[in-house]
């Protein structure tokens, strides 16, 4: 029964979304489950030498740090995303132009005639 | 007025021939074929200039993270005045640029060079009073190993004028003869992505230092 209703939905899902979305938004996920878990081990990662100098450099200089990697992070991810916008709206191969002018679609039409 | 001429730039980016989403024309009244499709030189243009955002931020986060050290060897400077009118000059630029742009659009060839040729003069004009300012500073006794923000003051305004001198000669070459490779509305259109640009970042700099002095 439990299975008969599972391929119910499923079928109902592959009907209104596409397989290869479902795929895309399941990997999505699947990604930012193992960056979210292993993210607090990266934490102790680091350069022993840096983190003494940053330690050192009391609660100021700390300050400074943290506004200085935020800095960085900020043009980092409008790149990202500004070229994840662009792959996403330039997904399809241009298309021929359409003829703008009465010439153009003479000239278009006679090529066709000819074919 | 500066931001009018940007976005005036960047939506009529795929005018009218480099438009069609960047096919190469076919026909036209004897002008030539464009083999490669207008728009990758607006996307590589935009790319580069991501790029070029990248190298100042980097300098931007150096000078948040140096300021914000405890130390006592950073030392406020008082910016040289000219450096207003230089403000001035770049802002001007980008209006005359736009004009630039629309009397492309218009058909009107020869005042779309007088225009260009304006706009590289005042660019130059930037760069003479961008030299004069650093002359002032150096009168002052403030060398660029006089303190950090004196430091980043040089870093910041030298790189700047860099980039504007490869925006000067990009103009210089526009205004003198026919771009070959691209059709001159996407020639301009790229240029003016990058002065304008430039511009914006002028302005971001000068906000870095005031803020800093």
């Given at each position: 029964?439990a299975?008969?209703?599972?391929?119910?939905?499923?079928?109902?899902?592959?009907?209104?979304?596409?397989?290869?979305?479902?795929?895309?938004?399941?990997?999505?996920?699947?990604?930012?489950?193992?960056?979210?878990?292993t993210?607090?081990?990266?934490?102790?990662?680091?350069?022993?030498?840096?983190?003494?100098?940053?330690?050192?450099?009391?609660?100021?200089?700390?300050?400074?740090?943290?506004?200085?990697?935020?800095?960085?992070?900020?043009?980092?991810?409008?790149?990202?995303?500004?070229?994840?916008?662009?792959?996403?709206?330039?997904?399809?191969?241009?298309?021929?132009?359409?003829?703008?002018?009465?010439?153009?679609?003479?000239?278009?039409?006679?090529?066709?005639?000819?074919? | 007025?500066?931001?009018?001429?940007?976005?005036?730039?960047i939506?009529?980016?795929?005018?009218?021939?480099?438009?069609?989403?960047?096919?190469?024309?076919?026909?036209?009244?004897?002008?030539?074929?464009?083999?490669?499709?207008?728009?990758?030189?607006?996307?590589?243009?935009?790319?580069?200039?991501?790029?070029?955002?990248?190298?100042f931020?980097?300098?931007?986060?150096?000078?948040?993270?140096?300021?914000?050290?405890?130390?006592?060897?950073?030392?406020?400077?008082?910016?040289?005045?000219?450096?207003?009118?230089n403000?001035?000059?770049?802002?001007?630029?980008?209006?005359?640029?736009?004009?630039?742009?629309?009397?492309?659009?218009?058909?009107?060839e020869?005042?779309?060079?007088?225009?260009?040729?304006?706009?590289?003069?005042l660019?130059?004009?930037?760069?003479?009073?961008?030299?004069?300012a650093?002359?002032?500073?150096?009168?002052?006794?403030?060398f660029?190993?006089?303190?950090?923000?004196?430091?980043?003051?040089?870093?910041?305004?030298?790189?700047?004028?860099?980039?504007?001198?490869?925006?000067?000669?990009?103009?210089?070459?526009?205004?003198?003869?026919?771009?070959?490779?691209?059709?001159?509305?996407?020639?301009?259109?790229?240029?003016?992505?990058?002065?304008?640009?430039?511009?914006?970042?002028?302005?971001?700099?000068?906000?870095?230092?005031?803020?800093?002095?």
């Open positions: 029964m299975i008969v209703v599972r391929r119910q939905i499923v079928a109902s899902l592959t009907k209104t979304v596409p397989v290869r979305s479902l795929l895309a938004a399941g990997l999505a996920i699947l990604c930012t489950l193992v960056v979210v878990l993210a607090s081990r990266a934490a102790a990662q680091g350069c022993a030498q840096c983190y003494q100098s940053a330690a050192a450099s009391g609660v100021a200089g700390r300050a400074a740090l943290r506004h200085g990697i935020l800095i960085l992070l900020v043009p980092a991810i409008s790149l990202f995303l500004a070229i994840l916008s662009l792959i996403y709206r330039r997904r399809y191969p241009a298309r021929p132009a359409p003829a703008t002018n009465f010439g153009e679609r003479l000239a278009g039409a006679s090529s066709d005639s000819v074919r | 007025m500066l931001a009018g001429a940007v976005a005036e730039s939506g009529s980016g795929s005018g009218a021939n480099g438009g069609a989403g960047g096919r190469s024309r076919r026909g036209g009244g004897g002008e030539p074929n464009y083999p490669t499709p207008q728009r990758v030189y607006i996307t590589g243009m935009l790319l580069a200039l991501g790029g070029i955002l990248m190298f931020t980097a300098f931007v986060s150096a000078w948040v993270v140096r300021r914000g050290l405890p130390n006592t060897d950073w030392q406020p400077i008082s910016l040289p005045r000219i450096l207003w009118l403000t001035l000059l770049l802002a001007a630029s980008g209006v005359t640029l736009a004009y630039a742009r629309r009397c492309l659009r218009t058909g009107r020869a005042d779309h060079r007088h225009w260009l040729s304006l706009t590289t003069i660019g130059i004009g930037f760069l003479t009073g961008q030299l004069l650093w002359r002032q500073m150096l009168a002052e006794g403030l660029l190993a006089t303190s950090p923000g004196v430091s980043f003051f040089y870093v910041f305004t030298g790189a700047h004028a860099l980039h504007v001198l490869g925006g000067i000669a990009a103009l210089f070459a526009l205004a003198i003869r026919r771009p070959r490779r691209l059709t001159p509305d996407t020639a301009t259109t790229v240029v003016a992505l990058y002065w304008h640009f430039l511009a914006a970042l002028w302005l971001l700099i000068l906000v870095v230092l005031l803020v800093g002095g």
